[in-house]
């Protein structure tokens, strides 16, 4: 039997965040904690500095991976096409871009545009100014808005804040009307 009442059913992406592992030189291994803190998510991004492809194999025995381009992989792009310089992903509408670092001045919101601009003038890609980036390279934990692009970086898990040992990952919660970022301290 019906009621008639409607009802709506939310949709929310979990999408588990990932940067900096610097397998085998930061740990042999990925840490098991991570495999654990991103159970049950839909996508997993690594925002680079991977080193060997094992650590997305590893990850991807959890869920789909992506992977950019970070300044420790040398030839890794040339041999496996989940890695590039830049994915820019529609996710529940929105623009989600993968890179692996971001400018290192202030980015005041009259400097944002030309940044972006910038990063896709040379490139056939999609030029929707995004609404998340995420990016690694810096090993420290960010979550910024400005001028309505949410920045998150994760941190890493293997070399937070350039110290060795058990570090951070995020998870990125998207829907059709909202954009939420956990970011998770390993243990």
């Known amino acids: 039997m019906t009621t008639g009442v409607k009802r709506h059913i939310i949709i929310k992406m979990r999408i588990g965040l990932i940067s900096d592992t610097h397998i085998p030189h930061a740990e042999k291994a990925l840490p098991p904690e991570v495999m654990e803190a991103f159970r049950g998510v839909d996508l997993i991004l690594h925002a680079g500095d991977i080193c060997i492809p094992s650590v997305l194999d590893d990850l991807e025995s959890i869920a789909p991976v992506l992977a950019a381009k ?32 971001r400018p290192y001045a202030p980015i005041s919101p009259s400097w944002l545009p030309m940044w972006w601009q910038s990063k896709t003038a040379s ?15 810096e090993h420290r934990i960010v979550v910024q808005h400005n001028d309505d692009v949410l920045f998150v970086s994760p941190g890493s898990p293997t070399f937070l804040n350039y110290l060795q040992g058990l570090g951070t990952v995020g998870i990125l919660y998207i829907s059709a009307d909202n954009v939420d970022v956990r970011i998770l301290q390993l243990k």
Do not use: A, M, S
């Open 70 to 101: 970070g300044d420790e992989e040398h030839d890794i792009t040339l041999i496996d096409e989940r890695v590039k310089k830049k994915h820019i992903l529609k996710l529940e509408g929105k623009t989600l871009w993968l890179i692996h670092d």
């Open 123 to 137: 490139e056939q890609d999609n030029n929707d100014k995004p609404d998340i980036v995420v990016f690694g390279h």
